[in-house]
């Protein structure tokens, strides 16, 4: 897994509470195991005027000319400024990742939805939760500032506005460990390889019959 150390990036707007993870990823779109390809269809019923089909190569699709992230000013966006419950609805870990595939790195809300909230770090998203009052200054700051970007640093557990501001955000030691380090479920079991590898030589000699041979005369 990707770790998150230190990240300066683009800044666009989803500015609406709420937002659910069929808004994130729509249900049509779940129907592929792989946790790749999913960005082209990010917020698919609001980023196009058409309806999406899954595997469908999305270039040639009507965009929304409306919706915040077709915008020129946010392409290329590492970071999203949500509001209040963002990724409720259900526990489909298809929502982070569109939002990596797409390009986003890190979330900054109110609140998150819990089952979203713990997906985020299980691949390699920061989802940082911040006051409302500090969203509504972000959120004017992007708005009055084309270009905008944020400096987010995991292990000093802040968020600085190219004017200076800094907020502080508070997250769990374990997963800050995981997010700096690239540590997914699967890499944190990795670290114990050697013990695995001797504790199945361990059993294999003393209960062979486990792994299919006969017991030693
Ligand atoms: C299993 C998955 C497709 C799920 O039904 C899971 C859930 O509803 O939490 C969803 O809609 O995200």
Redesign the pocket.
């Known amino acids: 897994m990707k770790a998150f150390t230190q990240l300066s990036g683009i800044v666009a707007p989803m500015d609406r509470a709420n937002v659910d993870?069929d808004m994130i990823i729509p249900?049509n779109f779940?129907k592929s195991i792989k946790r790749s390809g999913f960005g082209k269809n990010l917020f698919d019923e609001l980023r196009y005027l058409d309806e999406g089909q899954p595997d469908q190569d999305c270039s040639g699709r009507p965009i929304n000319p409306e919706f915040p992230l077709n915008f020129p000013r946010y392409q290329n966006a590492q970071i999203l400024l949500a509001r209040e419950n963002f990724g409720c609805g259900?526990?489909?870990e298809h929502a982070p990742w569109a939002l990596d595939d797409y390009g986003f790195r890190c979330v900054i809300a109110p609140s998150f939805a819990d089952i979203f909230y713990n997906n985020c770090f299980k691949n390699g998203l920061l989802p940082i939760e911040l006051p409302s009052s500090a969203l509504d200054s972000l959120f004017q700051a992007l708005y009055d500032n084309e270009g905008f970007t944020l400096n987010i640093d995991l292990a000093a557990q802040t968020v600085t506005t190219p004017a200076g501001q800094v907020y502080t955000f508070e997250v769990d030691e374990f997963r800050k460990h995981c997010l700096l380090n690239g540590l997914d479920d699967i890499g944190l079991t990795l670290q114990e390889a050697d013990a695995i590898r001797e504790y199945e030589e361990r059993v294999k000699a003393q209960r062979p019959w486990l792994f299919g041979a006969t017991a030693s005369k």
């Open positions: 993870t249900k779940l259900s526990s489909r």
